[in-house]
């Protein structure tokens, strides 16, 4: 904080300068102000959620409990009238009049609906999150999204990398044609092979198993055309030098190709990620039972065919977003050191 007002007083010799913060600042106004209104609204009751005009705060209506009332009753304070300047229970709505009562206890008014105002509160709705283990076993669900999530970052990691090694650092006839035909797979949109890829899936016995979402997209297109632009920029030398040296192709790829392509991998690791993370379609397809559910498919199981529990939605969206954004900052760390230190070299 100490550092930041220094900032913002010192003196600046260039009106271009406070332009330049204006701007960054509401850059990130655009970019985390919706992130910022999300965090917020998943902590509001669906009665805070229907307040109109929407507001930041986690305002709802206060309640009270009146004698001869079995539930709370919201609160108006009364605007206009006989019982203008006091705060009244709702007993019941009829048309454009509402039967009010004192919450200390009284008799039963008429008041125009118009002349009334809402009494809010302050409420954290905590019970947003804990509600969710009420639902269904959201131990279980995380579990299966962070085991799908793992094991396939890594095993796009392995074959991607060893598909990029050979296209790369190898020399045989027939290897462009086969990567710009493995490229050529691009255009081919998931949904087209979405029935061959279930049948595969059901034929080997892996449908309601995380395998099942697993191994069809171990091997992507996108992350060996990566990886072997990466792999070309580094010096042949080095590779001939380790070959001179008896050591086979397995440790050159091992101890040397994969640590010099770190920063590569570190990027095919977060979009891998991200991708597995939010995957929603296929999973949908092979897994059935609800035992085997990953988070997204979780989220869809709160809408229903006539109302949506919005309140648990916003909830299970920031539990969805935390776990995958940690991962996110932590791999960007590594990614700017790896191309820092690939630059200097």
């Given amino acids: 904080m100490a550092s930041l007002a220094r ?23 655009v970019m985390f102000g919706p992130v910022l209104w999300l965090g917020i ?16 705060l986690p305002w709802e209506q206060a309640r009270a409990t009146v004698p001869g009332s079995d539930n709370p009753l919201p609160l108006y304070r ?10 009244l229970a709702e007993v019941r709505r009829i048309g454009l009049q509402a039967q009010m009562s004192d919450p200390a206890g009284g008799p039963i008014v008429r008041v125009p609906v118009a002349d009334r105002e809402r009494v809010l509160r302050l409420h954290a709705a905590t019970e947003n999150y804990t509600g969710l283990l009420d639902r269904f076993s959201f131990g ?11 094991v396939a ?22 290897r462009d044609p086969v990567f710009l035909l493995m490229l050529a797979t691009l255009m081919v949109p998931p949904t087209i ?23 069809p997209g171990v091997a992507t297109p996108t992350g060996v055309f990566l990886l ?40 095919l690791a977060i979009f891998s990620v ?31 065919e006539l109302t949506t529990q919005w309140n648990y939605v916003l909830a299970m969206t920031v539990a969805t977003l935390v776990p995958v954004t940690v991962v996110f900052l932590f791999l960007q760390r590594h990614i700017t050191q790896g191309i820092a230190s690939a630059g200097v070299k």
């Fill in 193 to 215: 092979i979405l029935v061959p890829n279930y049948l595969i899936a059901a034929g080997l016995g892996l449908v309601d198993s995380p395998w099942g979402v697993i191994w």
């Fill in 7 to 29: 900032l913002l007083t010192a003196r600046r010799g260039d009106w271009t300068d406070w332009a330049c913060y204006a701007y960054l600042g509401l850059g990130v106004l």
């Fill in 274 to 304: 991200m991708w597995r993370w939010n995957d929603f379609l296929w999973p949908m397809v092979v897994l059935t039972r609800s035992e085997s559910f990953t988070l997204p498919l979780a989220l869809n199981s709160f809408q229903g």
């Fill in 140 to 150: 279980r669900t995380l579990w299966n999204s962070v085991f799908i999530t793992v």
């Fill in 78 to 87: 009364i605007t206009a009238g006989p019982q203008a300047g006091k705060t």
């Fill in 153 to 174: 970052t890594a095993l796009t990691l392995l074959a991607n990398s060893m598909a990029a090694f050979g296209l790369s650092k190898f020399r045989f006839p027939g």
């Fill in 228 to 267: 072997r632009q990466y792999m070309l920029t580094l010096p042949d030398d080095l590779i001939e030098a380790a070959r001179m040296d008896n050591a086979s192709e397995w440790r050159i790829y091992w101890r040397i190709v994969l640590p010099l392509s770190a920063p590569a991998l570190a990027v």
């Fill in 41 to 56: 609204s998943s902590l509001k009751s669906p009665a805070g959620l229907n307040i109109y005009p929407p507001t930041l």
